[in-house]
């Protein structure tokens, strides 16, 4: 017979690592911010005489998100209604716009009843 190995080592299963970010919510993530370039040079460079005091960075206007606004966070809601509470939704969604708004108006009307 052969000396050499059935498989190389190379090729041997290996167990699966989980994912960099497993843990992380994706809801609640945000990512870090980077520092500005102009703050880096300033610590690098700095001069024992200086012929102007260094200006303070100003605060930079927030930048607009690209792509898609942010969500609000939601909670699924999946239930079965009656036929005619299932007409009265879509009755009112041609007046107040959505489902969700309709059944958001619904629920806040029903607590102001109860005083919450």
């Known amino acids: 017979m052969t000396e050499q190995p ?3 080592a190379s090729l041997a299963r290996r167990r699966p690592r989980p994912a960099p970010d497993e843990h992380i919510d994706p809801v609640d993530y945000t990512p870090p911010r980077a ?3 102009q703050s880096a040079t300033q610590q690098v460079s700095s001069s024992p ?3 102007a005091p260094a200006a303070e960075p100003t605060a930079a206007a927030p930048k607009r998100g690209r792509g898609r606004p942010r969500r609000e966070p ?3 809601l999946g ?3 009656a036929q005619d509470v299932s007409d009265l939704i879509e009755e009112l969604t041609e007046h107040d716009g959505t489902a969700r708004a309709v059944i958001e108006n619904a629920v806040r009307a029903y607590a102001q009843q109860l005083n919450r």
């Open 6 to 8: 059935e498989r190389p």
């Open 35 to 37: 520092t500005s370039p």
């Open 49 to 51: 005489v200086q012929a």
């Open 74 to 76: 939601t909670i699924q």
């Open 79 to 81: 239930v079965r209604v």
